[in-house]
Structures are given as C-alpha cells and as structure tokens.
C-alpha cells in the first residue's frame, strides 16, 4: 500500500489544479465477503482512467459505489470537492456522473429518441401538471432538449434508428444508444462497464472510435471498466489495476502491462 | 402558377412539427371525423337505451385512462381503483348535491380528493411491487367497503344516496339543454358532456405521457433502477402516477354518480376494480387509445347482455327465472374469459391490432 502511493506521485503529471475525482480508502463488504478494501484513486479532469483486474476483482464495485447504488463501509468520494457518499443514485447523477450498464440498461419499450430524452430528465423541470398542459414548459422543454439529443444522435450516428424501440436494437446499436443516454446527461463524469463487452472486432473498433470522438468533442472525464486490454491499452491515459478488491498498481498503460504484479494477478504466480 | 417547389406535406421541418399530436393530414381527418361523430350521434341516435350505454362507456373510458396511467404507464397493479371511483361519487353527492355548487366545482372537488387519497396509498408502492401490491390494495375495497356502510351522514349506509349533482356551468344545463330553439334530452347532453371530459381527460393523459413525467413512469416500469441511475426519481413518479390515477378514477366517479343519480356501496367491489383491469388489458396496457377501446367494448358488454338476456339461450333474464346461468355471473364469466383470451392471444389489446393494421396499410400495397 505504501509503495502504491509513492508510484502514484512519481507517475502523475504535476496536477496543480484539484482532480475531478478523489477516492480514499474505499470498503465494501456483503456480509463476510469483501469485494473492495482500501481502493483509493483520483480521476483528473478530461482524463480516461481504466480499471482492470480478473473476474470479481471488484471493478463493477467500484463503479457502483460511484454511483450510490451500493453504499460503501467506509471510505469517501468526492466530485469537485463535493460528496458523493451517502447520497442516492437520483442525486448522484443530478452532479454529473452518468453510467452505462455491463448487461444494458436500456428501457426496451421506448424508443431510441425517448431513451436519449431520458439522458436528459435531470436537466429538464417539467412537472406532472405541465406535462399534462403541454403548452407552455413542456413543449418548450421538448423542443430545447431535443435539439440537445440530436446532437447526440449525429455524433454517435444513430440516425436511423431514431424511433425505434431499444428492445429491437441489434447489440452493438443498442451499446451506442446506452453511451448515447449516458453523454445526453451532459456528465463532467461518465462511468462505462464493459461497453466492448460481447462485440466482434468490428463492433469494437467503432466503440473505440466513438469514444475517441465523444473525448474530443466533449469535456469530460472516463471511468473505464473493460477486459479487452488492447482497447484499455490504447485509450486509456492511467490504469488501475485490481485484484480481489485490493488494488495492485495504478499507472500508465505501458507501466501497468510490464508490472510483474500485475502479470502474476491475471496469469497465476509460479507453480 | 410558378412557385418554388413545395415540400412535401410530411415533411417535417422542426422539432415542433415532429412533436405534434395530430402531425399527418390522414390523422387530422381522423381527428375531425371523431369530433363530428361526437357533435352529431346524440342527434341520430335518440334512444335512451343506446344513449345510456354509450354515457357510461364514455365514463368508465375516463377511469379506464386513469387506470391505465398507474398500471400500464407504471407498472404497478391496483386493485384498489373502484375505492377511488367511490371516493369520487361521495365527494360530487357533497359538493354537487347538498352545496349545489357547478359542474367544474364538483368535478375538481372530486378530483382533488381522489389525488390526496392516491397520495396517502401511494407510499405503500415504494415497498411493495407486483402480487404484494395488488394484494394491498385488494384491502382497500374492503376498508373502503366498511367505510361506505358507516359513514352515514355521505353515503347513506347500506340504502345509499341521492346523488344530486347538477351538470350545470353557469346558466348552461346540460341536463336540459335549449340550443336555437331545440330542446335536447337529458341523455344528449350527458352525452356530449360525457365525451369531451373522455376527449379532454385522454388529451391531458396523452400529453403527460409524451412528456418527461410519461417518459419517466414508463423507465421506472421498464427498470427501476436504471432508472435510479439516470437521474429519475422512481419513488416520487410512483407516488405521482398513483395521485394521478386516482384523481381521475374520482372524476369517473362523480361522473358516474351524478349521471346514475343515486348511488350504493355494493356499487364499489372488487368486481368493478376487476372490470377496469379487464377493460385496459383488452384494451391495450400503455395505450391512452385503448383505454378508451377497451371502456367501449367492455363497459357496453354488460348492457348489450342484459338488454338481449331473453335472447340468450340459458340466462335468466330475472332473480328466480329458469336459466343456468344468471346475467350478472354471465358478465364476471365474461370478463374472466376475455381477460385470458387477450393476455394469451393479443397481450397488447384491442390498440395491438389496430396498431398492426395502421403498419399494414402504411406499406401497402408492399408486404415488406
């Protein structure tokens, strides 16, 4: 552990504005079994930060934890100095922090323009009563964030399948719509599980590409939870590396991959 | 005639022109056609019979929608909505009948008192989801039943009460309504007003639902915690669709009572909450459409067998009367029937094949 925060002195850039992200000394516990202990890191802002580590080393804890569906022992994190413990999912995102699912979150029976619009109810005020009315709030509120989705739709390409319903959506369309819901948050912190996840080369490849895009255009930070270490290798700018809850090395990508701790966690030590 | 070229007519130029309800002009024709049957049947279809069933199938259309909202909208199974309409009938026999103030008066009153009781209902649905709820709720016909028998001075105890309300706003009667000269029937202005509550209760739910609220309740139905995650306050649309629903279940209900005139507690069992589930599951669940569909289909079924029991062979058309099967079992045995026959064949209702149809013809003359 200590020889851990020296390493991560020595591999950042000299940072003289706050990170994004900070997260200290983070434990989760199910009854006996500990999926996280003592993880503690910082995003920076506009970074892409990845977390590796085999089957059940906690990474989808971590970003659950982020997100405030499971409630962390102990531990904090903090968002631009603000807190996120202990605050609900709802709340959470309301800061800024977006997520997409490992196994999709989409909502199957709406369609590709309503799952984006959804993306975008934290930003909207439209109450039940001026729903009803329409004229006035609602409808101007319709038209303004629709404009916002379509953006979304022309950098993501999802053009023709705006009115199509999610559950219908071939997988990889369906992975972008979900990123597409996540960026129509307009996120300072966007959280992604495994987008690659079940793709073919092809279908990975245009992920990647989209993410490199999606970085360019807007100012956002990544979290990155994926097991395609080529994709990790190549985007991301620093790496955690987990190994049953308990973090092994973070660092550069370059460094990550020669770390014999690493190696040993993925591969097996010497029989 | 030269010009510049006009676009084609679909063609939609504007977020705003996407938005609209009735956008293509096949729709706007629809929607007049609609307007012109509801201006003109009353004139044509004189028959107090006819009228009638058509008077409460436009109300149990308006507490269908109601049900609809919570249940096809959100997700959450009531079986709870005949308190409600209940509530509703009580509330316009207080403030319609022994205040004697307007229509809009008693119709708000009633749909206020409907929300606040939603409301108090509402938090059980932040813990209880699917069979528990619905069980739930089942108590509440019963605590609804013990109340409509005891609380004497509203209800009547077991006799019932008068329910006086009158369908009027300002000098306007529409239960004795003087146009030009002509006289018009109870029945026909009831008619009218009946139809456009359904046309302004079925615009104001369809708006809600197209809206962020309606997006909303539709992500907490489709995945709670999803939509937890996007910043959708699950509890908060739980606790609303259920104010919403029940506020217009009451509206239904005051309807209902000051149409029928006198009201008692066997009115509100759970037979008639089941009636509102048969209505929106042949109807179509999620559909506004439906709701409206599925009122006219069932809620005149009722009525058409009781007018025609002497025709079925094996009802007993009176208490006593030779026959298998009474009209009132006959129409439970119905409902029953009809509510397997859909979800097995046509989970999404009457609205599912119309909706197959429309895509039929949009590509027609192409099968593709």
Redesign the interface.
């Known amino acids: 552990m200590e020889r851990l925060t020296e390493r991560d002195e020595e591999d950042g850039a000299p940072q003289p504005v706050p990170p994004l992200l900070e997260v200290r000394d983070l434990t989760l516990r199910f009854g006996g079994v500990s999926a996280l202990r003592g993880v503690g890191f910082e995003v920076a802002r506009g970074e892409l930060f990845a977390v590796i580590g085999p089957n059940g080393a906690g990474k989808t804890s971590i970003l659950n934890c982020l ?1 405030g ?1 499971y409630r962390p022992q102990r531990g904090t994190i903090t968002l631009s100095g603000q807190r996120l413990t202990g605050r ?3 709340a959470i ?2 800061m800024g922090v ?2 997409t ?1 490992q196994n999709l ?6 369609t590709v323009i ?1 799952n984006l ?3 975008r ?2 930003l ?5 009563l001026s ?4 004229w006035g709030r ?2 101007r ?3 303004e964030h ?2 916002a989705v ?1 953006e979304i739709i022309e950098l993501l390409e999802l053009e023709p399948h705006r009115h199509t319903l999610a559950g219908l959506l071939p997988y990889g369309v369906a992975k972008r719509v979900e990123l597409g ?2 960026l129509a ?1 307009a996120p300072t912190l966007l959280l992604l599980d495994e987008p690659v996840a079940g793709m073919n080369v092809e279908e990975t490849e245009d992920m990647a590409r989209y993410l490199v895009e999606v970085r360019r255009e807007l100012d956002l930070a990544m979290i990155l939870v994926e097991h395609d270490m080529r994709l990790v290798m190549d985007l991301a700018d620093r790496v955690l590396a987990l190994d049953f809850g308990v973090p092994v090395a973070t660092g550069t990508p370059a460094r990550i991959q020669r770390d014999p701790r690493v190696v040993e966690a993925y591969l097996g030590g010497a029989v | 005639m030269a010009g510049r070229p006009r676009a084609h007519r679909n063609l939609v130029r ?3 022109q ?2 609209r309800l009735f956008g293509s002009p096949l729709s706007r024709v629809g929607l007049a056609a609609m307007l012109v049957t509801l201006l003109v049947l009353p004139t044509v279809v004189q028959d107090d019979f006819w009228l009638s069933v058509l008077i409460y199938s436009g109300i149990t259309a308006i507490g269908a929608i109601g049900l609809n909202l919570l249940t096809g909208y959100c997700g959450q199974i009531s079986l709870g909505h005949a308190f409600f309409i209940g509530a509703g009938a009580y509330c316009a026999a207080l403030v319609g009948g022994e205040a004697g103030l307007p229509l809009p008066v008693w119709l708000l009153a009633s749909a206020v008192v409907g929300a606040l009781l939603g409301g108090l209902i509402g938090p059980f649905a932040l813990r209880l989801r699917g069979h528990y709820l619905a069980i739930v709720t089942l108590g509440l016909i019963f605590v609804g039943e013990h109340l409509w028998r005891n609380l004497r001075d509203v209800t009547g105890g077991n006799n019932g009460t008068s329910v006086l309300a009158q369908p009027e706003i300002g000098p306007v009667d529409l239960g004795a309504l003087e146009v030009a000269g002509e006289n018009y029937s109870r029945n026909q202005g009831w008619f009218w007003l009946v139809w456009v509550l359904v046309a302004v209760v079925a615009l ?2 369809k ?2 639902v197209r ?6 309740l ?2 907490v ?3 709670d ?10 509890g908060r649309y739980k606790i ?1 669709a259920f104010m ?1 629903s029940s506020a217009v279940a009451a509206v239904a209900g005051a309807l209902f009572g000051a149409y029928q005139q006198h009201v008692t507690p066997d009115e509100w069992t759970l037979l008639l909450s089941i009636q509102y589930i048969a209505i929106i599951i042949v109807g179509g669940l ?1 559909t506004i459409f439906g709701s409206i569909l599925g009122a006219v289909f069932v809620g005149a079924l009722p009525a058409l067998i009781d007018e025609y029991s002497d025709a079925i062979p094996g009802v007993s058309s009176s208490a006593g009367g030779d026959g298998v099967i009474s009209v009132f079992a006959l129409n439970q045995a119905i409902f029953g029937l009809l509510i397997v026959l859909f979800l097995v064949f046509e989970p999404r209702g009457l609205a599912g094949i119309w909706f197959r149809v429309k895509a039929y013809f949009k590509a027609w003359p192409f099968s593709y």
């Open positions: 997100n569906v609900s999912p709802a995102a309301a977006a997520r699912f979150g989409l909502f199957e029976q709406l309503e619009m959804l993306g109810h934290h909207m005020r439209t109450g039940m729903g009803m009315v329409w609602a409808k509120e319709e038209v629709r404009a379509e819901r996540a948050m | 504007g977020y705003e996407d938005l104001l739910a708006n809600l809206t962020r609220p309606g997006r909303a539709r992500a139905r489709d995945h915690q999803a939509a937890e995650v996007i910043g959708v306050r699950a609303g919403v999620g």
